[in-house]
């Protein structure tokens, strides 16, 4: 009975580590493109009113110029309230926002692999 016992518990261990191993399972580019998702594309829609925009939407060369000087000019001053009313440029962390502009150059419209941000 006691060894019994053991078993089940060893096994159940094991299945609990296989499950948290598969949902820590994001590859590095479903991580961005979901921080794409989760940070612009409730602006940035089907017919937002402040364009629409995903990582094939522009090439390469123009999301370079954006991130470099215009993103942060164009959201310092937009209140993100899907975030606490905070400005854009702050519901995003550094580390965040670098991730989210390597997804979209990488996937940009004159790439090998345009993508949308899902
Ligand atoms: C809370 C709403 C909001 C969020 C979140 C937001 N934006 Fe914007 N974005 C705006 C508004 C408003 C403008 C227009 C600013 C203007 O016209 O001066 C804009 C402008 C832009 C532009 C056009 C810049 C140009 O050339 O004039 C791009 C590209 C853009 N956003 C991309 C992004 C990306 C990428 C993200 C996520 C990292 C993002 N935005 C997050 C509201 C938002």
Redesign the pocket.
Known sequence: MRVFRLVVVATSLAMSSTWSISVAAETSVEEAQRL?RE??R???DDGSE??K?TPMTLIQAQWER?FDR?YER??RK?I?DKFGGVP?TEA?SPED?EK?REF?IDHAADTDQPMTCG
């Open positions: 794409f940070h612009c409730h602006c940035h402040h364009g925009y954006f215009k164009k959201h937009v993100d854009v995003i926002l989210i979209a």
